[in-house]
């Protein structure tokens, strides 16, 4: 009986002085986690309930297609930058050449791709190129070509229901432009 009592307290003491242990560990951590800083980033999350569903689903297809034609938005964008440049530094002769073999050059690597777009994928494309460049897609084609491919153009897009003359006015394209404040860094990576 004695034997179990003597090994009972020492179980006893055992556990009494594991137990003292670990509290003793818990506050030494408990101390360490209050020193370090945690800092917890949220990301704004935004969450649009449009009264009209057709906008919902304009606007869900506005993000996808930002997303298909980013890519080439500026790619056109360098590019018409540097053709205005070449423009007003070359000589006619040597602009159209550049001009020509510039545009020989985007074919070869983009015609495929630009031809697969959608009529949507399309429309936006104009939309953000007269957003980016400040002018509509006529008055592009008429500077860096000249005004008969841009009249030929303009019949084409009238005929898939866009005005190439048409400026881009954010009031006007309010869907579009939430679709763009929505992808923030993506659409404008230099923010």
């Known amino acids: ?5 003597v090994i009972g307290i020492m179980v006893f003491a055992l556990h009494t002085c594991v137990s003292a242990q670990i509290i003793a560990n818990a506050r030494k951590d408990s101390a360490r986690r209050s020193a370090i800083d945690t800092t917890i980033v949220l990301h704004e999350v935004s969450n649009f309930v449009f009264k009209d569903p057709k906008d919902g689903q304009e606007y869900a297809r506005d993000i996808n297609n930002i997303r298909v034609v980013l890519p080439y938005v500026r790619i056109a964008k360098h590019l018409y930058a540097d053709v205005k440049d070449r423009k007003q530094s070359d000589t006619k002769r040597q602009y159209r050449r550049y001009r020509k073999d510039l545009e020989k050059e985007m074919r070869e690597k983009f015609e495929k791709e630009v031809k697969d777009l959608t009529i949507s994928q399309g429309k ?3 939309k953000l190129l007269g957003r980016e460049t400040g002018q509509n897609s006529y008055q592009i084609i008429k ?13 084409v897009a009238k005929h898939y229901t866009y005005d190439l003359k048409q400026d881009y ?3 006007r394209e309010w869907i579009l432009e939430m679709a763009i404040k929505y992808l923030g860094p993506e659409y404008n990576p230099d923010l």
């Open 143 to 155: 500077e860096c070509k000249n005004g008969f491919t841009a009249w030929t153009y303009q019949i």
């Open 169 to 171: 006015d954010p009031h």
């Open 1 to 5: 009986m004695i034997r179990l009592s």
């Open 124 to 126: 936006v494309l104009f």
